[in-house]
């Protein structure tokens, strides 16, 4: 990591929620990016925990499958499966 704090040294959820963010889940992502809420979730990739800011999400004829995200540290988009977000639900967050 050549920048930034590593997750591991930090309370995510402490400074998530102390900057206005709520705790959502998984299923709420697509409504709430129609809505256009801003949204970051902490995902688990083979480098380890990463944090991403979910700005869309790929729909096909079985559901929803896929997210567009940016990586904050590179401003590049990215596309995360939902298994990368479903072992860390509980690090998805929400800014109404």
Do not use: R
């Not at 959820?13 to 709420?28: A, K, P």
């Amino acid at each position: 990591m050549d920048y930034g704090i590593p997750l591991a040294k930090m309370d995510v959820f402490l400074f998530m929620t102390s900057v206005g963010f709520y705790v959502t889940d998984i299923t709420e992502i697509p409504h709430n990016i129609d809505l256009g809420c801003p949204m970051t979730a902490v995902i688990d990739t083979e480098d380890g925990l990463h944090m991403v800011e979910i700005v869309g999400y790929y729909q096909d004829y079985v559901g929803i499958n896929a997210f567009q995200c940016v990586n904050p540290g590179n401003g590049m988009y990215e596309t995360h499966y939902t298994h990368e977000f479903n072992e860390y639900s509980n690090y998805i967050f929400v800014k109404y």
